[in-house]
């Protein structure tokens, strides 16, 4: 006789999104966790429910996927050059007997831009990653440490909604939109380190909306 062994398991799994193409992982992109539950006992199981969600029932070696959780990374992710899962609860009974389990809390390592060095050279085009904050090389550098609003480097930001963030250091252009303390812009020509006012005139923004 087989002994009758409930059990159940949780997995989750993270997928990166480039949102904006650049290639490396920024503010905005988004993270999507993929959650599964699984019958990993020998005997059916009633009554799952994981995360809160009622699955029902699940055959021997029988995995079901859960809605997914789709997360924004944050400067903060970044500069720690991995996110971690939420972990979740799963439980079901056999019978009278009841099991439960708490999923393994993922990390998923993103593919950050790498570390500005001093010591490197930089060519136009080129990303680095500084505090957790993304950076662009105008023009060939080194030994120049980002933030300078007037130097090579383009600090490159976006909000939770995908817009173009306003920073000191970045080129703007004729037409680009822009998004400065909540209120949107346009560049009506080349522009630098000439922050975006609501009630400026004869500057290089206009309020748009």
């Given at each position: 006789m087989i002994a009758r062994t409930p059990a159940v398991s949780?997995?989750?799994?993270g997928e990166w999104a480039d949102e904006n193409g650049?290639?490396?992982?920024?503010?905005?992109?988004?993270?999507?966790w993929t959650r599964t539950v699984e019958n990993t006992g020998n005997?059916?199981?009633?009554?799952?429910?994981?995360?809160?969600?009622?699955v029902g029932a699940l055959a021997p070696g029988e995995a079901?996927?859960?809605?997914?959780?789709?997360?924004?990374l944050t400067t903060d992710d970044v500069a720690q050059g991995s996110l971690a899962a939420e972990p979740f609860e799963a439980t079901a009974a056999n019978g009278a007997r009841?099991?439960?389990?708490s999923s393994d809390a993922g990390t998923l390592t993103l593919p950050t831009a790498a570390a500005w060095s001093a010591k490197?050279?930089?060519?136009?085009?080129?990303?680095?990653?500084l505090d957790g904050r993304l950076w662009q090389a105008s023009w060939w550098t080194r030994d120049q440490r980002p933030g300078d609003p007037v130097g090579p480097w383009q600090e490159l930001a976006s909000d939770e909604e995908g817009a173009t963030v306003w920073t000191p250091s970045r080129v703007f252009t004729a037409g680009d939109d822009v998004v400065h303390d909540g209120t949107r812009f346009e560049a009506k020509w080349w522009t630098r380190n000439q922050q975006p006012h609501a009630?400026?005139?004869?500057g290089p923004w206009q309020k748009v909306g």
């Open positions: 949780g997995q989750t799994a650049n290639g490396v992982a920024d503010a905005f992109d988004t993270v999507t005997v059916a199981l009633e009554a799952v429910t994981a995360a809160g969600a009622d079901v996927t859960l809605d997914p959780v789709v997360v924004r009841t099991v439960s389990t490197s050279v930089y060519t136009e085009g080129e990303l680095v990653s009630a400026a005139t004869g």
